[in-house]
Nanobody, 125 residues
């Protein structure tokens, strides 16, 4: 059974930092693209960052570019999202996801096949 488990969320003041982790199990995901998405209350789930299987290629939403960094450790089946200079508008549930059939990074939500249950990030003013 495939599992993705996010951790590292919490409450932080504006300007602060958090590091999210997503550990995968049940399948080796080192050959596949991975990504982070987020969903704020009343809004659709949106792309945040994506990374190719090698880590060589990364994509970011314009709203987080320069503040967030996605990385991965294939030996640990883990993908990370380092979030700096957090803003109240970053408040959301953050989800990690894996592409089940491609090693490329992607911004397209429906190209991801496996999802975690999410971790809450709350940024206070």
């Amino acid at each position: 059974q495939v599992q993705l488990v996010e951790s590292g969320g919490g409450l932080v003041q504006a300007g602060g930092s958090l590091r999210l982790s997503c550990v995968t199990s049940g399948r080796t995901f080192s050959s596949y693209g991975m990504g982070w998405f987020r969903q704020a209350p009343g809004k659709e789930r949106e792309f945040v960052a994506g990374i190719s299987w090698s880590g060589y290629s990364t994509y970011y939403a314009d709203s987080v570019k320069g503040r967030f960094t996605i990385s991965r450790d294939n030996a640990k089946n883990t993908v990370y999202l380092q979030m700096n200079s957090l803003k109240p508008e970053d408040t959301a549930v953050y989800y990690c996801a894996v592409r089940g059939s491609s090693g490329a990074a992607s911004k397209v939500i429906h190209e991801y096949d496996y999802w975690g249950q999410g971790t809450q990030v709350t940024v206070s003013p």
